[in-house]
């Protein structure tokens, strides 16, 4: 069983940044594939961010060039880097962990941190 545990959701204005982090239970952090999700009210859950455990990163074109995702196995957390954040980026973020198991991934959800966006 992993636990996963966001912060760093908030308000902020148009234009600002903000930097989510999410902290992994288990001793084996540097072999799971880590996500960033979003949704919005009314809408699917979408992909933001992707980092494998080889540290290969992957991002949508709506948020490429804005969000940087990065991880620290050392402290077994995963962040979310939000620059330029705009009306369209308010939503519910969660990490996500894909975990290894012997003939697939298990997926692990956190409890999700809010992200607004206003003046």
């Known amino acids: 069983q992993v636990q996963l545990v966001e912060s760093g959701g908030g308000l902020v204005q148009p234009g600002g940044s903000l930097r989510l982090s999410c902290a992994a239970s288990g001793s084996i952090f540097s072999i799971y594939a880590m996500g960033w999700y979003r949704q919005a009210p009314g809408k699917l859950r979408e992909l933001v961010a992707f980092?494998?455990?080889?540290?290969?990163?992957n991002y949508p074109d709506s948020v490429k060039g804005r969000f940087t995702i990065s991880r620290d196995n050392a402290k077994n957390t995963v962040y979310l880097q939000m620059n330029s954040l705009n009306p369209e980026d308010p939503a519910v973020y969660y990490c996500?962990?894909?975990?290894?198991?012997?003939?697939?991934?298990?997926?692990?959800w956190g409890q999700g941190t809010q992200v607004t966006v206003s003046s």
């Open positions: 996500n962990a894909e975990v290894p198991a012997i003939t697939k991934y298990v997926a692990y």
């Open positions: 980092i494998s455990s080889s540290n290969n990163t």
